[in-house]
């Protein structure tokens, strides 16, 4: 199956190799062609694993996955966007929309905490490049790069592909 490994870490669990194979393929979201049936598969196993990390958050937590709940992110809304790392986007239309409806989306997240989803690991970087698919056209869904992640509500996810992403759906 790998062809050219270049390096393999079995306690880490990396593998970085020049060719994949045929086996596994990345799988193009904003192709006109994508059927429903696609975006079905690609959601049932967005949830199954967010399912199966929602059983193991506290030990990766405690193994020190950083973990942000409703509570922590309303507490600190006016720190997160004053963030230096966002000091960049001042000025930029959509950032400054944000920062108008601060409240609207403190509501937001205070609704959220008040809801029952789980506690799960959050990819945090849910674009086109970032999802594969192994066995081809009718085979599982899995995710590169990871340096994003976080334990929150899989919710944003969802957020991050369908708004901030390039899945197409929402240009």
Sequence with gaps: MWRHLFFIDTERRITITAD???ELSTFGFSNER????????????????????????EE????????????????????????????????????????????????????LGKSNWPTTIVHNDLVEANIGRCGGEEGTFFFFDWG??????????????????DCGVCE
């Design 60 to 111: 990766l937590e405690a193994a020190g996955l950083k973990v942000y709940r409703a509570e922590w992110m309303e507490e600190n809304l006016d720190a997160l966007l004053e963030h230096e790392e966002l000091k960049f986007m001042k000025g930029n239309e959509e950032f400054e929309k944000v920062i108008r409806h601060k409240e609207e989306i403190r509501e937001a997240v205070r609704e």
């Design 34 to 57: 994508v059927a429903k049936e696609d975006w079905d598969d690609f959601l049932r196993d967005l949830a199954r694993f967010h399912h199966a990390s929602s059983r193991v958050i």
């Design 20 to 22: 994949h194979g045929k």
């Design 148 to 165: 994003a992640s976080y334990g929150g509500c899989p919710r944003s996810d969802l957020g991050v592909f369908f708004v901030g992403g």
